[in-house]
């Protein structure tokens, strides 16, 4: 499911990235590689912002949607 969909509070495992080389690259830089749990702290109307390893992180929606996750409870 896309990050896009995860409520606030809930975390999962980073699957895939769905974009282009500029964008995969990008987020790798960033540190969304695929087996990296993330947490979603704020999921508003405005961009996510979302816990990566010990860094806080605002992306927008578009993004969100290509990165794919596995729901961890």
Not at 20 to 49: H, Q, W, Y
Not at 60 to 65: E, I
Request: glycine content about 14%.
């Amino acid at each position: 499911m896309p990050l896009s969909m995860l409520s606030e509070g809930e975390q999962g495992k980073i699957v895939s990235i769905m974009g282009g080389r500029g964008l995969t690259r990008r987020l790798a830089e960033l540190g969304f590689n695929p087996g990296t749990i993330v947490k979603v702290l704020r999921a508003t109307s405005g961009p996510m912002v979302v816990l990566l390893r010990e860094s806080r992180i605002a992306i927008g929606k578009g993004v969100a949607m290509k990165i794919f996750v596995e729901v961890e409870e």
